[in-house]
């Protein structure tokens, strides 16, 4: 089957410390991740609108909006999962 992108063999430096697994299991959970995380948003982008363009590439489990945490104002970034 054919590929839209190239297969990066060598995953990042980067671990997440908290994760309880191996590396092996983190690399595993890695692979199989499906949160997107969306930046450099307008700070008037609803959830609704979030939602309604990424409907269009599959399923949506939920979206999680960055609020200022004084203001509760979306502060231009969220996580698509």
Do not use: W
């Amino acid at each position: 089957m054919a590929s839209l992108f190239k297969d990066l063999a060598k995953l990042s430096a980067y671990r997440d410390r908290r994760f309880p697994g191996n590396q092996e299991e983190y690399e595993r959970a890695l692979q199989f991740s499906t949160t997107v995380y969306v930046g450099n948003m307008s700070f008037y982008t609803t959830e609704e609108q979030m939602y309604e363009l990424f409907s269009r590439a599959g399923e949506i489990k939920k979206i999680i909006m960055g609020l200022d945490k004084n203001s509760k104002t979306p502060c231009g970034f969220c996580f698509v999962l």
